[in-house]
């Protein structure tokens, strides 16, 4: 089947754009994914083409906030808090300083 062999090269090209910042091939990537017969592969494409930018930027630039990534205060209490609907608590926990 052609359609699913193109999808499956695509699926993996893209880790190669991630893993080796390619952020410049990532438009010719999109245009080609959304073309696929294989549903997911052009969903994928459709997905990165709705924030372009961002995508680009993380796929281009060397720096990254993911080094801080669950040190930020309130993210991390806000995950540990999730599901749990009081803002009350929310704002408790954050004033506590856990």
Not at 34 to 58: C, I, L, N, W, Y
Request: aromatic fraction near 10%; charged fraction near 20%; glycine fraction near 10%.
């Amino acid at each position: 089947m052609p359609g699913h062999r193109e999808g499956c090269g695509l699926a993996c090209a893209c880790p190669d754009l991630v893993r080796n910042r390619r952020g410049q091939l990532l438009p010719a990537w999109i245009g080609q994914a959304e073309q696929s017969d294989v549903a997911p592969v052009a969903k994928f494409a459709a997905f990165f083409r709705q924030d372009f930018d961002a995508v680009t930027a993380g796929l281009t630039h060397e720096w990254s906030s993911g080094k801080v990534e669950g040190h930020v205060t309130f993210k991390t209490v806000k995950r540990a808090m999730y599901g749990r609907p009081s803002f009350r608590l929310l704002r408790t926990r954050i004033l506590a300083g856990t």
